[in-house]
T-cell receptor, first 115, second 113 residues
Framework: GENVEQHPSTLSVQEGDSAVIKCTYS??????FPWYKQELGKRPQLIID?????GEKKDQRIAVTLNKTAKHFSLHITETQPEDSAVYFC??????????????FGKGTLLTVNP | DAGVTQSPTHLIKTRGQQVTLRCSPK?????VSWYQQALGQGPQFIFQ???????QRGNFPDRFSGHQFPNYSSELNVNALLLGDSALYLC????????????FGSGTRLTVV
């Protein structure tokens, strides 16, 4: 089955700096890669996703890159703000809506943005 | 439009007991998946229900079982509870054959003592 590795496990940055979180996956059949933000005691919230037909996707201060050959994808947050502090999870799957759709998550990265 | 609703929000059980968790999917969604999130870990896939049947299952023992009702709501049952079953249980709904991802519920925090 799929295996997703995520690094680093903790990341501390100063407000305004950039943060980068990296993930690798093992199953070449995976082609859907979402990123979730989870605040303490809350549900995971989808912040951005990328599918294998593109190499990069951007939404305001958040961007995700995908290298299918190397089987890795990364989350980039620019101009970090204290409200970005949370646990971030990457995940991999076959496409949503299919009978095999299920997410395999990384172990998470605790991002702390210091004012 | 209500999102995914889970009940109860918190639960404390004793080892060996049985528990039932409930989930109502987002309106328009017909597929329900359950995840277990242990403290400090990423969610792990338990199983998925579609058309009232278990369609996929993760690496969880038979003590974990489920059900989906005609209105698409779902239950997760865990028998013979172990201390290691303490976790946040997340329900995620989606629509079959639609190319967008899950909507997660807020979860049920289960503590086994």
């Amino acid at each position: 089955g799929e295996n997703v590795e995520q690094h680093p496990s903790t990341l501390s940055v100063q407000e305004g700096d950039s943060a980068v979180i990296k993930c690798t996956y093992s199953d070449s059949a995976s082609n859907y890669f979402p990123w979730y933000k989870q605040e303490l005691g809350k549900r995971p919230q989808l912040i951005i996703d990328i599918r294998s037909n593109v190499g990069e996707k951007k939404d305001q201060r958040i961007a995700v890159t995908l290298n299918k050959t190397a089987k890795h994808f990364s989350l980039h947050i620019t101009e970090t703000q204290p409200e970005d502090s949370a646990v971030y999870f990457c995940a991999a799957s076959t496409p949503p809506g299919g009978s095999n759709y299920k997410l395999t998550f990384g172990k998470g990265t605790l991002l702390t943005v210091n004012p | 439009d209500a999102g995914v609703t889970q009940s109860p929000t918190h639960l404390i059980k004793t080892r060996g007991q049985q528990v039932t968790l409930r989930c109502s999917p987002k309106s328009g969604h017909d597929t329900v998946s359950w995840y277990q999130q242990a403290l400090g870990q990423g969610p792990q896939f338990i199983f998925q229900y579609y058309e009232e049947e278990e369609r996929q299952r993760g690496n969880f023992p038979d003590r974990f079982s489920g059900h989906q009702f005609p209105n698409y709501s779902s239950e997760l049952n865990v028998n013979a509870l172990l201390l290691g079953d303490s976790a946040l249980y997340l329900c995620a709904s989606s629509q079959d054959n639609k190319n967008y991802g899950y909507t997660f519920g807020s979860g049920t925090r289960l503590t086994v003592v």
